[in-house]
């Protein structure tokens, strides 16, 4: 497997300590800073912050250029 798959990835479900459960979770951006982005976690049942992501500028150039790629690439190459 290549290394660069899961560089880059954000939570679906995540541990809820109000509900006690692991819950489907929605991304908010939080804050935005010149080298990076702040995201926030919140619960889908209750709301509460149940985590954070950091995405730096140079993840979102890699995120982007590994997009481009895919695209560009034909069907036959995407499949091992």
């Known amino acids: 497997m290549n290394q660069q798959q899961f560089e880059n990835f954000t939570a679906s479900t995540l ?7 692991a819950m489907p979770v929605r991304e908010r951006l939080l804050l935005v800073l010149p080298d990076k982005e702040i995201f926030d976690y919140l619960c ?5 912050s149940v985590g954070q992501r950091e995405v730096t500028a140079g993840d979102k150039l890699m ?3 590994a997009r481009r ?12």
């Open 15 to 21: 541990y809820c300590k109000t509900c006690k459960a």
């Open 44 to 48: 889908t049942g209750c709301a509460s």
């Open 63 to 65: 995120a982007l250029a």
């Open 69 to 80: 790629r895919r695209r560009a690439a034909p069907a036959h190459q995407l499949m091992p």
